[in-house]
C-alpha cells in the first residue's frame, strides 16, 4: 500500500505575506560629542564686545556647540587609536549623568550670560530689552546645532560615498584620503561658489536698486560748489544714494558763521558715484575734475575722503573738518560699491583699496603741481573700510608724514596693514587697545579724544596721523586668528567700555566677535563702531586750528551729534 504523502502548507499570495520590517534610522548621538556640545554651548555665553539679544546668542550658542561635538566626535577617535580598542556603547547611566549635568551646567551658563549681558548694557547705556527673544535662545541654538549637525552627517555620507566608489579602482586608503579631498573640495566650492556668491550678488543687486533713490530731505543743490549741482561736471543722477546725501547736505556758510562767529566761506564738496565711470581710476579722475572746477585746490584746507563700500561718508567727520575750518575747506570722495560696509569688509577689500589710492593719487598730482605757497593743506581720513583704503596710499609714517598735513582714521580693520605695522610694533609697554608707536612722534591713538592722546608727555610736532578705535569696536579687532590664538587686547586690561571678565576661548571667541560685526554700529554713541562726538576733538587735535575755546567743541559736538 501507498503511503500518503506529507501535507504541502498552504502557500500564501503574495500580497498576502507580511511585509518585511524596515529599519527606521534615528538620529543617534555620541556620548564624547554631546559633553563636547555642552561644554562649547556653555562657554558661549561668556560675554564679548557689545551686547548680544537672545536670537544672536542662539545662534552663537548652537554654532559653538556644533564645533564643540565634531571636537569631542574627533577626541574620542583619536584617544580609541591610542588606546587600540573599538568603540563602545555608553551605558544608561552615562547618558544620565550627561542629563543631568547639561539641565545644570546650562542653566548656570544661561544666567550667568544674562547678568553678563546686563552689565554690558549698562556700559553702554543701551535700553533696549526683549525678554520673548531671551526666551527663544535655547530653541534657536537646538536648532542651529541640528541643522549643523545633519549638515556634517550628509558630507559624511557623501564621503562614505565616495571612498566606497573609489575603493574599486584604488587601495583602500588611498579611497578614504582622496575621498575627503574631493568632499572637501566639493563643500567649499558649493560654499563659496554658490551660496556665498549668491548672497553678495543677490544683496549687491538689492542695494544697487537703493542707489537710485535720493535720502529723505535731501535736494538737488544749487550751488557752483556741490557736485550734482549747476555746471558740475558730475551729473546728479550718477552720484547714487550716499552721494546725493554727500553733495546734497552738510553746513552752510551762514550755520558755520553762526558757530564760530566769523564770516565763513560755503564749503566745496566733489563726489564721483559707481554711475558715473565704469574703472576707479577714472571715476577718481571725474571727482577731482570736478574738485578743481569749483575751485577746491584755491581753499585753505583740502580733504580726501575714501568711504565705506556704499560710498557712506559719516557726516559728522566732515561736518567737524568744515565747522573747525570756518567753511574754507574742500572735500573730495568716491564710491567703489553698492554694498553696506560690514559686508564690503568682507568682501570688497580690493576694490576699497583701488578707490583709496587712486583718488590720493589723483588729487596729489594736481597738488603738488601747485606752487607751494599756494597749496592747500592736505588731509586725509576715512572711517571702516575707508581708513583700510585711505591707508594704501602710503607706505609708512615717513610717507604719511611727507605728504599729508594731517590724516585721521576712524575704526580701523583689524587687517589694515599700517594700523597693524603701527599696533604691532608699539613701544613696549603700551597696550594694543591705545599703543604708543615710537613715541607718538607722528602716528597716535585714542578712544577718546577729549581725555588726553597718549603720550601727552612727548612733543607731536609737524604731521599728526591720529587713530580713533573704541575698545569695544568688533571691526578693530576681528581676525581669523580669534580662532586659534588669544590676542593681546584680551589679555591686557580691558578697555573703559569692555567687561572685565571677557575671556579668550578657541573658537567661541571668533564666533562671539564675528557675530558683534553687524551690529557694530547698533550701539549709542562712542562705543561699538559709533564714531561722532569723537570727530571733533580728532578733527581739533589733528588741524589745530586757531580760536576755538573748550566751550567751543563742547556746542560743535552737540552740532554734530545731538543729545537723544
Known amino acids: 500500500m501507498t503511503p500518503d504523502p506529507p501535507p504541502v502548507p498552504p502557500t500564501v499570495p503574495p500580497s498576502q505575506e507580511p511585509a518585511p520590517r524596515k529599519h527606521r534610522r534615528r538620529l543617534r548621538f555620541t556620548l564624547p560629542g554631546c559633553w563636547g556640545a555642552l561644554l562649547l554651548a556653555c562657554l558661549s555665553f561668556t560675554p564679548s564686545l557689545l551686547p548680544r539679544g537672545g536670537v544672536l546668542q542662539g545662534l552663537i550658542c548652537g554654532i559653538s556647540a556644533a564645533i564643540g561635538y565634531g571636537l569631542g566626535v574627533v577626541g574620542a577617535y583619536v584617544w580609541r587609536a591610542f588606546a587600540d580598542r573599538e568603540a563602545r556603547s555608553p551605558s544608561r547611566r552615562s547618558w ?11 542653566g548656570v551658563s544661561f544666567g550667568l550670560g544674562q547678568y553678563w549681558q546686563h552689565q554690558i548694557r549698562r556700559l553702554m547705556d543701551v535700553t533696549d530689552y526683549s525678554a520673548l527673544a531671551t526666551v527663544a535662545c535655547p530653541f534657536v541654538a537646538a536648532l542651529v546645532f ?7 552627517r550628509g558630507l559624511r555620507a557623501l564621503y562614505r560615498r565616495a571612498s566606497g566608489l573609489l575603493g574599486r579602482w584604488i587601495g583602500p586608503r588611498a579611497a578614504r584620503v582622496v575621498g575627503w579631498i574631493l568632499v572637501a573640495a566639493l563643500a567649499w566650492a558649493a560654499f563659496s561658489g554658490l551660496l556665498l556668491s549668491g548672497i553678495v550678488n543677490a544683496a549687491n543687486e538689492a542695494f544697487s536698486l537703493r542707489d537710485n533713490e535720493t535720502p529723505e530731505g535731501v535736494h538737488q543743490p544749487t550751488s557752483m560748489l556741490r557736485s550734482g549741482g549747476p555746471d558740475s561736471l558730475v551729473p546728479w543722477d550718477s552720484l547714487g544714494y550716499q552721494g546725493r546725501a554727500f553733495t546734497g547736505s552738510g553746513p552752510s556758510a551762514q550755520s558755520i558763521a553762526a558757530f564760530t562767529h566769523r564770516t565763513a566761506q560755503e564749503p566745496i564738496r566733489a563726489y564721483a558715484g559707481l554711475q558715473t565711470s565704469d574703472d576707479t581710476e577714472t571715476r577718481a579722475a571725474r571727482a577731482v575734475a570736478d574738485l578743481e572746477r569749483a575751485g577746491g585746490f584755491a581753499r585753505k584746507n583740502l580733504l580726501v575722503m575714501t568711504t565705506t563700500g556704499s560710498g557712506w561718508v559719516d557726516p559728522a567727520a ?4 568744515e565747522y573747525l575750518a570756518n567753511g574754507d575747506a574742500a572735500s573730495v570722495a568716491i564710491q567703489y560699491s553698492y554694498l553696506p560696509s560690514w559686508m564690503s569688509y568682507l568682501v570688497d577689500q580690493s576694490k576699497a583699496r583701488e578707490a583709496g589710492r587712486d583718488l590720493f593719487d589723483a588729487v596729489y598730482d594736481k597738488w603738488s603741481k601747485l606752487p607751494q605757497d599756494r597749496r592747500p593743506r592736505l588731509f586725509v581720513a576715512g572711517e571702516s573700510l575707508g581708513s583700510f583704503g585711505g591707508e594704501t596710499a602710503f607706505s609708512g ?38 599703543p604708543v608707536y615710537r613715541e607718538g612722534r607722528t602716528v597716535r591713538f585714542t578712544d577718546d579724544p577729549t581725555a588726553g592722546i597718549s603720550p601727552t608727555d612727548r612733543p607731536w610736532d609737524g604731521t599728526r596721523v591720529l587713530y580713533l578705535m573704541h575698545p569695544s569696536d568688533p571691526i578693530v579687532w576681528w581676525s581669523p586668528k580669534l580662532a586659534l590664538s588669544e590676542p593681546d587686547w584680551i589679555g591686557e586690561h580691558p578697555g573703559s567700555d569692555v567687561l572685565g571678565s571677557m575671556f579668550w576661548i578657541p573658537f567661541v571667541t571668533f564666533w562671539q566677535v564675528t557675530a558683534d560685526l553687524p551690529f557694530a554700529t547698533g550701539v549709542p554713541d562712542g562705543h561699538g563702531h559709533t564714531y561722532k562726538a569723537s570727530y571733533v576733538d580728532a578733527w581739533n587735535a589733528t588741524m589745530r586750528p586757531e580760536g576755538f575755546t573748550a566751550q567751543d567743541l563742547d556746542r560743535l559736538r552737540d552740532i554734530v551729534s545731538p543729545p537723544k
Not at 541640528?146 to 556634517?152: R, T
Not at 566732515?318 to 573738518?321: A, K, L, P, W
Open 318 to 321: 566732515v561736518d567737524s573738518y
Open 397 to 434: 609714517e615717513a610717507d604719511l608724514r611727507n605728504r599729508t598735513a594731517g590724516t585721521l582714521f576712524a575704526g580701523p580693520p583689524n587687517f589694515n596693514t599700517l594700523f597693524r605695522k603701527f599696533s604691532d610694533h608699539r613701544d613696549a609697554g603700551s597696550p594694543e587697545i591705545e
Open 146 to 152: 541640528l541643522l549643523l549637525l545633519l549638515a556634517g
Open 96 to 106: 544620565l549623568v550627561l542629563l543631568v549635568s547639561a539641565i545644570v551646567l546650562f
